[in-house]
């Protein structure tokens, strides 16, 4: 009986409620007839979003549209490029990137054009602030030959192309970010990069310059690492009897398989096999190797 009366009483408040159910979704056209293709939207409010696109060739004008909540219109961008990507802060603060280099941003009344630095085309922009924006693009398919891992950056004044990361010749499409310490950029050849912290990360071929420490403390520093190169030595090869490991010249930098001690640093030799189980000194280098 009690479940009886609760389904019946279920079933009446479904029926009670049919007006007020949520009208179901639907689509409908809100803007046809365009010339040119639209290749991205972005919008700050239901009555702020922005369309763009372009040609893709053909001679017409490059394309921008406004949603302001209750029509659709054609702000003039002048050009016949095609924009591929469009972003922005703020109503007063949008930028759209696409063919040739070309970067425009609108400031709530007109666009200004920024110089152009690089003929590739820009897939793609993320602003995190009017003063911090990014923006990637390249040439699909081309390598290194022609203009490719474009990575600019803006800091409210000028555009930086040195900030970018290694060049492997390849496009980048697009760009995304929380901050410009946490910036992540994909590509061609499922390449994605991390950008961490507010430096960049070390480039191919390049050292970093240490810190300088004191003599007492890199002397500490370095015996408890040959103490402990030394340990592990032994656990690689117990019936071996432990050679002590003269002081070469040098410090250690690095730890790993196959590694070798020059005058500089500690540095992976990458040599196949498994843990190291022996080692010798010929000044001023030493070698382990297993």
């Known amino acids: 009986m009690i479940r009886r009366a609760a389904f019946a009483l279920a079933a009446c408040a479904l029926s009670c409620s049919g007006g007020s159910r949520p009208a179901p979704a639907s689509w409908r056209v809100v803007v046809s007839g365009q010339r040119s293709t639209l290749l991205s939207v972005w919008g ?25 909540g209750s029509a659709w219109r054609d702000l003039d961008a002048g050009g016949t490029e095609t924009f591929w990507w469009v972003h922005g802060t703020a109503a007063s603060d949008v930028w759209a990137v696409g063919e040739k280099g070309r970067i425009v941003h609108w400031n709530g009344s007109a666009f200004a054009e920024a110089a152009r630095s690089t003929t590739a085309t820009l897939y793609g922009v993320w602003t995190a602030a ?30 930086d192309a040195s900030l970018g990361p290694m060049r492997l ?37 390049v050292r970093r310059r240490r810190r300088a420490r004191p003599r007492r403390l890199r002397r500490r520093q370095a015996a408890a690492r040959r103490r402990r190169l030394a340990g592990r030595l032994r ?16 410090r250690i930098l690095g730890r790993g398989r196959g590694l070798r001690h020059g005058r500089a640093r500690w540095r992976n030799s990458r040599r196949p096999g498994g843990p190291l189980r022996a080692a010798s000194v010929r000044s001023p280098k030493a070698v382990a190797s297993g």
């Open 44 to 68: 700050t409010s239901a009555s702020d979003v922005f369309a763009v696109g372009g040609p893709l060739g053909d001679g017409s004008p490059s394309t921008v549209l406004r949603f302001d």
């Open 130 to 159: 009017p003063d911090d924006v990014w923006v990637v693009g390249g040439s699909p398919e081309q390598g290194s030959a022609a203009p490719n891992d474009v990575c600019l950056h803006f800091d409210g004044k000028t555009w």
């Open 169 to 205: 010749g390849r496009a980048f499409f697009k760009v995304w970010g929380t901050s410009s310490s946490n910036l992540y950029v994909v590509g061609e050849a499922a390449t994605i990069w991390h950008r961490r912290g507010t430096r960049r990360r070390q480039r191919r071929g």
């Open 235 to 250: 656990e690689c090869a117990p019936r071996q009897p432990a050679r002590r490991v003269g002081r070469p010249r040098g």
